[in-house]
Structure formats: C-alpha cells, structure tokens
C-alpha cells in the first residue's frame, strides 16, 4: 500500500474507499455515476473488502432495484396491480406553483408529475435543487372519481445514496498528516485517475478540471484530442455538476424556462459543462450568446418577468481538436478555437473564459488509467468541493499574498485570482502554505491557464494586444513565453488563384469567411489525382444540402481504367435518420456505378474528425467538412451550380503526407 493510502485510511477512515471497487462490483453495464455506486459498494464491505458474498448481495440490489428503461411497462404495471415497487433512481422534485403542488421526476418512468410526501422533501432538500439518486418505495393511488380524478404515483419513502454533509475542519485538520505530493495523489485518485500513470504537470491538468466545483464562477475551456477523459469527472465525482452533450444551446435550457416556470441548469448546479462544443448551435437570433455572455461577466441573468436572478455556477466547454503529429494543436499558431463553431470564436465570448486547459498534454485513456488505489468516496468528496465553495477565507488569503507585477489588465488579474484560489482550496485545504509553495502550486498554474486564453484572443482579435502575464516568481513557461506575437504559419490563400493542376505540397489553406473563387476540384484534385481508393469521413452527410455536397464532391472525381472505389463514414442520430440518408445513398450509389465509381458507406456513432484519405499517399484533414460554403441567396443566383461564385464560411484544410 502506498503511503498515501496508508495515511488516507489511518485519518480518513471510513470516507475513502478502493476506486478500483467499481470494476469489480457487478453494476455490468448500468449507467450509474462513480459515487452512486460506490455508495452500494459501501454497504457491504467487510474491513474494506468486497467479498464474495457482498458482490453477491450488490449484483442482487441492482438486479431489483436498478431498472431499464425497457422495463418501464413492467414497473407500470406493478404498481396498477398495487403492488409497492421499490428502485434506484436519479429522483428530482419540482415546485408547481399554479398546482400548488410538488412534482416529482423519476427517469426511468418517464414521468415528470409523480407526486411525494412532504416530510420526505424537509429531509432532503437536494430534491429541489439537482435531484438525488437513492432508493425510493413507489405506490398508485388509482381514480376514486371525487378526490382523486386520475391516478397518482406517490413516492412515499427514500433513502438516499448520497452524503448529507461533511466535517470541513476535520478535513482540513487531516491535511496537515500528507506530504504535498502525497495530497494530490490521494486527489488524482479520487478523480478515479490513476496517479503512477501521470506525470506532475498532468496531475496539474486533471486538478484543473475540477476547479469549477470548488470556485463559484470560474469559466474554463479544456480543448484536447479524443479519448482523454475530459467529462469523466463532471459525470462521474459531483451530484453538483450538469453536462450537456453537444447540441442545441438555449437560453431556457441554461437561465429559465418561461413556459413551464422552472429554473434552468445554471441557477440549480455548481457547474454547467458543454461536452463536445464543436456540436453545438445556438438560436439563430443570439439570444443564447447574449444571456449567456452577460451571465459569464456578471453572474447575473434575466428571469420571464424581466427581473435579474444571480448564481454562483461555473460554466466549462469541452471540445476536440485536431493534433499534429507533435501531439499539438494543428492549428495552434493561427488560433485553436477557429475549429469551434463561429459563436464560440467571439473575442467577447472567450474573454470571459478565465483560463484553457491544454488537453493535448493528457495522455489517452487506457485499461492502466482508471484508480486502482484508495481515495475519497464519492458523494464525500463532492460534498466537500461544494462546501469549499462559500468558504471567504481562501479569497482573503490570495488578495493579500497574489502579486502580479507584470499583469495591468483588470479582466487578467481577476482571471489568475480566481483560478489560484481554487488551486488552493485543492491543495492546501489547511492553508499551511508557504509563499514559494502558494506561487509555484497555485499561482503559475493560474497564470499558464490565464496566458493562453490572452494568446487566443490576440490571435482571434487584433484589438487585443499580445502580452506576457508574469508571477512574482515566473516559472520557465513565463520566462519563453514570446514578447511578441509569432507569426502565423505561412498557409496558401485559397482564391481564385487556386488551380487543379498545381503541385500537391503539405500545407494549410486557410479560408476566410465569405470568401469566393473555391470549388471542391481545386482543393482536393491534386491530391486525388490517380487514386483508386478514397475514403471520406465527415459526421454530417446525412440532410439534402449535405448529402448534396457530397454528390458535388463525386462529380469532380474521375476513375482510371481499374475503377474508383469511395468509401463513406459517416453518423446519424436515429434510425429513421440513418434509413432516410441510406435511400439517398442507394440512388446515389447506382448512378456512380454508370461511371465505374463504387461507392460504400457506413454509419457509426462518436464521429468528430474530418478528413479524406486516398491510396495517393495523401491525407486531407477537413476543419468543417465538406460544409465549407454559404447557402446560395436563392436558385437563380450566381454560385447555386458553380461553386466557385459561392461564398464560403470559415474553415482551414491541412494536407498531409502520409509515411
């Protein structure tokens, strides 16, 4: 046992636990967070071991009181027989003030207007505000036709899964026993990461990610290749955090829903996180951006009735990027966030972010990465982070000891306060810090994050200045961290210039919104010329327009002697969806075959990369796609047949040589 648990289990006793537990309990595949099932867990472990018998009494709990959704009519029919149904859900209540009633959320019977005793809301309050996993006893009290006019599900017994609250001195007390190393080890691990399988600057990283859950109103981006693990520990450690995956962002889904009268995720969690931003799209009219700025800048937002509301909630977007073959951004000299969509490259939207999480320096997940050693349970150490908080007297401790003597930019220095109190909170809990310590640990991390998000901007924005922020002790990034702005990579401007017989080099094209003069013969011909196999892999071919493109994307191609086979994966987000793509495909697919084309294609889920890739040798990385050019104004306008009248939208393209 390493020393770190060794103390962990002598101070903390009964709050930690194996985090390798999990793999071992027989939840199988069941969609449950880490500290909900590591709760089950900890009910039947005997002197911290999980024995035949307790994995067998775990395997039997799930089997009876975790449902599927496919059982739904199941549990439906139970209790019309009236017969009392218990299971574990994620329970949530809302208030109906025009009812004057409770109402009462359970997941797994698609219901939102299950009604529960009061006395089980005064217990726990939680319901009210993220919901709570536990187990609840459910009846059905049928029609009577006077008092009851239509049948009622009633929840009339709970137990949660989850930590009332926690003992902060006694946490803060034990901290003084661990070496700082030791510390963020027993952490790591409690982020179900393992801690031998990552470097310091790493742990660093992985730490970063959960400032948000302790520092009320802290805006960080993490940006990285896939595979990483970025929303592990949003889905997985915090009943406090609510993850979006990548869709529709709404200003009633975030602030307030007018219709139904009910608070949106910001006002309810600790933290709001947008999982792969690059899907997102928000309202056409901006309503989304705009509320959503506002809230970043001031932390307030604007209720139906046109009064203000304030929260305390953090806001963290998590998005892919292409990597280089140096495992760094692609794109990094001429801006990381031009593959994010248009909304999210505004200078004012990124300005309010506080810090970026280089994601590139984190390696894959693997079978190695999950913990296999003791941390703190879940549900404790989320209550923990949550009360951490409220807690003044780590902002007083950073407003007296933070020094930035190279740094005059209000917005800047805010940014660094924030996210090096929340380092602090995190590693020196006790705040038994000395100075070196508190600059090394807290503030050059704060300032690393902080310097990023400035070299963004100044590459997004030439209003912004490029400038170096510098601690009072600057570590070896302040001390390289150019003077000037660099030179962008030198790219090939895709104009009318642009000709299918030029030679095929490694470059990057960028192109520039509205830009005319590009059609998809001048971009990819050289580099397909000759080529029997292609293989073309874009999420989005799946509506008319797109489908479309990629049907002007074949008539550009020509097949030698032997023939051309296209390879198409692409993604769908239903099966209708997918049925209706593959008609389209199958007409498609005949008329390429009059031409000696044979075109295959297939669907698969968690799609983000673009690129086309032939037997030429050549690798072509799409930033959008093939989604490159502007709507035509209408069907008698120059550009809807010749692409090159057509206006584009913002996109780079990055040829590479395989081999």
Sequence with gaps: MKSFETKARDYYGEVVINKGLMSKAGFGARAIPVYVGEWIISQFLAEDVLTEGGREEIIKIVSSYLP?????????????????????????????????THEL????????????????IDENQMLLKTGMWGLGTLRYVPPDGEEVKKGQIWMVDFKPFQSPGVDLKYFRDCRKHFTLPEWIDLLISSCQFNPDTHTLPQKMLLLSRIIPLVQPRINLAE?????????????NISRYAAVIPGGKLSAPTLFFNSQSKQLGLIPRYDVVVIDEVQKIHTDAAGEAMAALKMYLESGRYRRATGDMGTAECGFAILGNITIGPDRRPLYETNGIFKELPSSLQESAFVDRLHGLLEGWFMPRITKNTPSKSLGFKGDFFSEVLHELRSDLQYADYVSHSMRLPSCDDMRDHKAVARIAEGFLKLLFPDLQVTDEEFVEYCVNPAVRMRQQIRDELARLDQEYQWVTIKSEQPDDFQMS???????????????????????????????????????????FNPYLKGARIIRLVDPFIRYDY??????NFCEGLSSSETGLAIELVTGSDAKRQEEDASAKLEELKESLAQDRISLTYRFE????DRSIEADTGWKIILGRGLDIFQKPEGKFTLGFVDQTKRRCKATMITYVKNG
């Design 223 to 235: 940006l990285a290749p896939k595979g990483t693990g970025k929303s592990f520990v949003f889905d």
């Design 105 to 120: 959320s359970i997941p797994v019977l698609d219901t939102n207007s299950a009604m529960v005793q009061k006395g089980i």
């Design 481 to 523: 961290h150019p003077e000037e702005k660099p030179e962008p990579e030198k790219v090939a401007e895709p104009a009318d210039s642009l000709s299918t017989d030029r030679k095929p080099i490694e470059t990057t094209l960028n192109i520039n919104e509205g830009q005319r003069g590009v059609s998809y013969v001048r971009l």
């Design 605 to 608: 889920t968690g799609l983000h």
């Design 68 to 100: 599927q959704k496919a059982d739904k009519n199941i549990l439906l029919n139970r209790l019309k027989e009236q017969e009392e149904v218990k299971i574990i859900d994620d329970f949530r209540v809302n208030v109906n003030l025009a009812r004057n």
């Design 546 to 551: 797109q489908i479309h493109n990629f049907l």
